[in-house]
């Protein structure tokens, strides 16, 4: 970049930080708030408050970057409140997409490390796990509420409690009315307190992760909420044409319930006995290499099998008025080259949404690993040092305000033809 283009650019930063800042009640948090998030912007591979002061030149105040992130009283759902109406209208989302990443950790002395499964790693190991929400359309995603996943260990009120883990908490800083709270509730929390800014999504999307969980499509549900979400395979669920039906009566004792006539079978099982036949091709977006798509690259092309079908269950059928389990849509991925399909989604949308828009909907997480990809190879999101709550929180809040200045300047000068890739 030219010199001119770089004092454009810094200028855009000061006025885009002055209104995501302007939450802070000091003018020294909003000064060291740019501080860092020029830190977080400037080359250099770790971003972490040490090596970030020794780049920032007379800026460079390693203990007042470290008092603001760590000590400082700011509450990031402010910041994160005012990052999200502002992404909300540059991007214009069409959903929200619910995710989680693993900071891998060598020590124990952290909030919330422990030895639990991240797809980060793919494997059992000592991290810290963050679940995550993000405004997302075909073009541009931006996280705007971030959660820290607290283990039972770290729960004192639960039977799995580590009293090492629990001594910790103090030290941390973790809120006492803190506790563990499964994945998909702190999704469903986050949902709400988006819905508090007055952000409103009709649609959410999230992998199996969550998909999985009964009581995570039913809180979707009872928000009013539709969803596309990822399933495993093992699923059970009923054909959509099947309906209870009465064993005869004999006038004696207590009539019988209606009943499915057939056990219910694993999505996958049923996508099978569909056949090969029944999976139609669909190019959903373009990607990033080189191709013969409209913009020079290669379309994103697979088969895919969509069939009614009603997800059983016990939650499912204590949450059903009357004998018949609800009907959702189940899409399963069918590659030419595979022998069974590969990948599983639910969605509850209408009866009458085209394959296409389903397909690409379900594929709409791809822009999310994406961000994550970036945030955490450029911009420092699993670089944090330090081992409190509060400031874990403080850092991936930054972390995201840094990623919405990327994906404003990348929106600013795209193609006005094309949609950035």
Same mark, same amino acid.
């Given at each position: 970049?030219?010199?001119?283009?770089?004092?454009?650019?810094?200028?855009?930063?000061?006025?885009?930080?002055?209104?995501?800042?302007?939450?802070?009640?000091?003018?020294?948090?909003?000064?060291?708030?740019?501080?860092?998030?020029?830190?977080?912007?400037?080359? !250099? &591979?770790?971003?972490?408050?040490? %090596?970030?002061?020794?780049?920032?030149?007379?800026?460079?105040?390693?203990?007042?970057?470290?008092?603001?992130?760590?000590?400082?009283?700011?509450?990031?759902?402010?910041? &994160?409140?005012?990052?999200?109406?502002?992404?909300?209208?540059?991007?214009?989302?069409?959903?929200?997409?619910?995710?989680?990443?693993?900071?891998?950790?060598?020590?124990?002395?952290?909030?919330?490390?422990?030895?639990?499964?991240?797809?980060?790693?793919?494997?059992?190991?000592?991290?810290?796990?963050?679940?995550?929400?993000?405004?997302?359309?075909?073009?541009?995603?931006?996280?705007?509420?971030?959660?820290?996943?607290?283990?039972?260990?770290?729960?004192?009120?639960?039977?799995?409690?580590?009293?090492?883990?629990?001594?910790?908490?103090?030290?941390?800083?973790? $809120?006492?009315?803190?506790?563990?709270?499964?994945?998909?509730?702190?999704?469903?929390?986050?949902?709400?307190?988006?819905?508090?800014?007055?952000?409103?999504?009709?649609?959410?999307?999230?992998?199996?992760?969550?998909?999985?969980?009964?009581?995570?499509?039913? !809180?979707?549900?009872?928000?009013?909420?539709?969803?596309?979400?990822?399933?495993?395979?093992?699923?059970?669920?009923?054909?959509?044409?099947?309906?209870?039906?009465?064993?005869?009566?004999?006038?004696?004792?207590?009539?019988?319930?209606?009943?499915? %006539?057939? %056990?219910?079978?694993?999505?996958?099982?049923?996508?099978?006995?569909?056949?090969?036949?029944?999976?139609?091709?669909?190019?959903?977006?373009?990607?990033?290499? $080189?191709?013969?798509?409209?913009?020079?690259?290669?379309?994103?092309?697979?088969?895919?099998?969509?069939?009614?079908?009603? %997800?059983?269950?016990?939650?499912?059928?204590?949450?059903?008025? !009357?004998?018949?389990?609800?009907?959702?849509?189940?899409?399963?991925?069918?590659?030419? !080259?595979? /022998?069974?399909?590969?990948?599983?989604?639910?969605?509850?949308? $209408?009866?009458?949404?085209?394959?296409?828009?389903?397909?690409?909907?379900?594929?709409?997480?791809?822009?999310?690993?994406?961000?994550?990809?970036?945030?955490?190879?450029?911009?420092?999101?699993?670089?944090?040092?330090?081992?409190?709550?509060?400031?874990?929180?403080?850092?991936?809040?930054?972390? /995201?305000?840094?990623?919405?200045?990327?994906?404003?300047?990348?929106?600013?000068?795209?193609?006005?033809?094309?949609?950035?890739?």
């Amino acid at each position: 970049m030219t010199p001119d283009e770089i004092a454009v650019v810094r200028g855009e930063l000061e006025d885009f930080a002055a209104e995501v800042f302007e939450p802070f009640a000091r003018n020294d948090q909003r000064r060291w708030g740019q501080v860092y998030l020029r830190g977080l912007l400037t080359d !250099g &591979r770790r971003k972490s408050v040490e %090596p970030m002061a020794a780049r920032l030149g007379e800026d460079g105040n390693r203990q007042a970057l470290a008092h603001f992130l760590t000590t400082s009283p700011w509450n990031s759902s402010h910041i &994160r409140a005012k990052l999200a109406w502002k992404m909300e209208a540059a991007i214009q989302p069409t959903a929200l997409v619910f995710d989680d990443t693993g900071f891998l950790k060598d020590g124990n002395a952290s909030a919330c490390v422990s030895r639990q499964y991240t797809g980060t790693a793919g494997k059992v190991t000592n991290c810290q796990v963050g679940v995550s929400l993000h405004l997302t359309s075909d073009h541009a995603s931006a996280a705007v509420d971030r959660r820290l996943f607290l283990p039972q260990t770290w729960d004192p009120a639960s039977p799995k409690a580590d009293p090492d883990k629990v001594a910790r908490r103090t030290a941390c800083g973790i $809120p006492e009315d803190v506790g563990h709270v499964e994945k998909w509730q702190l999704a469903l929390d986050m949902a709400d307190e988006v819905r508090s800014w007055g952000i409103q999504m009709p649609l959410a999307i999230a992998d199996a992760g969550y998909g999985d969980a009964a009581a995570f499509r039913l !809180g979707l549900n009872a928000r009013g909420m539709r969803y596309v979400v990822g399933i495993s395979t093992t699923m059970s669920a009923q054909p959509g044409d099947t309906v209870p039906t009465c064993e005869p009566y004999s006038g004696t004792g207590r009539p019988p319930a209606p009943k499915y %006539p057939t %056990p219910a079978r694993s999505v996958k099982e049923l996508v099978i006995a569909a056949g090969r036949k029944a999976a139609r091709p669909i190019q959903w977006r373009e990607g990033s290499r $080189p191709g013969t798509g409209r913009s020079g690259r290669q379309r994103m092309y697979s088969r895919f099998v969509a069939l009614r079908i009603r %997800p059983a269950g016990r939650e499912i059928r204590q949450a059903t008025d !009357g004998p018949e389990l609800p009907e959702c849509r189940l899409l399963a991925e069918w590659p030419a !080259g595979e /022998s069974e399909p590969v990948q599983f989604w639910l969605s509850d949308l $209408p009866a009458d949404t085209p394959l296409t828009t389903l397909v690409r909907l379900a594929k709409l997480r791809w822009r999310i690993e994406h961000d994550y990809r970036e945030m955490k190879q450029a911009l420092g999101l699993a670089h944090f040092e330090g081992r409190t709550w509060g400031g874990w929180h403080h850092h991936v809040t930054l972390v /995201s305000v840094a990623h919405a200045f990327c994906t404003l300047q990348r929106l600013a000068r795209a193609p006005k033809d094309a949609a950035p890739a």
